[in-house]
Each structure stands twice: as C-alpha cells, then as structure tokens.
C-alpha cells in the first residue's frame, strides 16, 4: 500500500523561475493538506484541499502560490516568481475523509525546494 | 495568532534514560493533542495522541500526560533508545485538519 507520494524530493530554482511540486495521496484518501517547514522550525499549514474544491487556505501567501487539487491527478503545489525566502521544505498529508479521533493523516516524505 | 511553545528545543538522554518534551498552547478550543516524530529527510510520523477528556494515555514506552487547566501536554519515553533519536512535535488541533506545529525538539540518545 503506497504511501503519500511527492515529486520531486529535491528541486532547485533560480530566483523568478515557477516551482511545481506534486502530492499524490494515498489510495482512498481525498483529502489533502500541505505544510511548509522552514530550516530549523516546525511545519506551517498552508491548505486544505478536496477533489476539485479548496476548503481552507489561509496559510497559503497572498501572493505567488496557488494549490489546486484536480478530478483527475495529483494535487500540485505551484510557486510563482519564487525567491530565497521560499527555500524551504514542502510537505503534503492526506487523509480518507474528514479526519476523526478515529483516524489521522499521513504525510508524505517532502519536497525540498532550493531557490538559488 | 495560535500560539503553541514547546521546550526544550534538544534533548540529550543516555540510553535507558526518560525523556520528557513538553507543549504549551494558549488556545482553549484545541481538542486533539498528538505528538509527531521526525526523522532527517523524512515527513512527520504520528507517534501518539490525546483528547482532553482523559489525563493520560501510554502506548508501549510511549506516554503523554495532558494537564488541560494548565494547558499543557508532554511526551514521556521511557527506556530511551538511540532509534528514538529524531526530532518531535506537538501539533494540537481543534478541527483535526489543522494542525498547530510546536518549533519542534531534537532529542539524542546517546548509547
């Protein structure tokens, strides 16, 4: 049984070039969540999505960054004009639905992004 | 602004040893109370969790202990091993989708 996948895990970008980072979730789950971990901290939600339906994303940047969680496919993480402050590593979780006592969610390994 | 302060920031246990990781939240509406583990290269892994309604829960040598009129929560390891040297997280919730990381604690058990 496969975990949550992301590709890529490492990706390096010059500053203003577009990042894209994909999360495909576990078999069954629907629900996605990304998270970002700045060097040395603990991880910051960004967003909440369902299949085809952005539930919560007031995490995410004003500007530059948009997350998409299409019918078909996997949810992609998409960083616009990116600069040093967006080095970081880019976690995403998923679960089966919403997430009770009963369950949890499951992260993925990351994908760690290097703006030069 | 939710406001979670986890101590200490590292940890250093022999082998054998306890060690203690302790969270602090200000918000009264968290209801879920889990402890993350972290390994290098690696995405946060659920270790344990809590809800308010009890005090306490172990799982193996795995304990939190959860004081709500103090808002604080702490993770007991027992019998320390140097596998268990990794980073964690408190990560209170009060909608299971969001959760709060604390800045994290980097624990080394030395053999």
């Known amino acids: 049984n496969a975990g949550v996948m992301q590709n890529p895990r490492h990706l390096v970008r010059r500053r203003g070039q577009e990042a894209r980072l994909r999360c495909s979730p576990m078999k069954g789950h629907s629900h996605v969540y990304w998270y970002r971990q700045l060097p040395e901290e603990g991880l910051k939600f960004m967003v909440y999505?369902?299949?085809?339906?952005?539930?919560?994303e007031s995490g995410m940047p004003k500007e530059r960054f948009s997350a998409e969680f299409p019918k078909e496919g996997p949810s992609i993480l998409r960083i616009q004009q990116v600069v040093r402050g967006d080095s970081a590593a880019y976690f995403c979780?998923?679960?089966?639905?919403?997430?009770?006592?009963?369950?949890?969610?499951?992260f993925g390994e990351g994908s760690w992004l290097t703006v030069v | 602004q939710q406001q979670v302060k986890q101590s200490p920031q590292s940890l250093i246990v022999q082998k054998g040893g306890i060690s203690i990781i302790n969270c602090a939240y200000e918000n009264t509406a968290f209801d879920y109370f889990p402890w993350y583990q972290q390994f290098p290269g690696k995405g946060p892994a659920l270790l344990i969790a809590i809800r308010p309604d009890v005090s306490e829960k172990k799982e193996g040598r795995f304990t939190i202990s959860f004081n709500k009129s103090a808002k604080q929560f702490s993770l007991h390891i027992m019998d320390s091993q140097p596998g268990d040297s990794a980073t964690y997280f408190c990560?209170?919730?009060?909608?299971?989708?969001?959760?709060?990381f604390g800045s994290g604690t980097k624990l080394n058990v030395k053999p």
């Open positions: 979780a998923s679960s089966p639905t919403t997430v009770t006592s009963g369950n949890t969610i499951y």
């Open positions: 990560a209170p919730s009060y909608n299971f989708n969001k959760f709060y």
């Open positions: 999505l369902q299949k085809e339906n952005i539930i919560d």
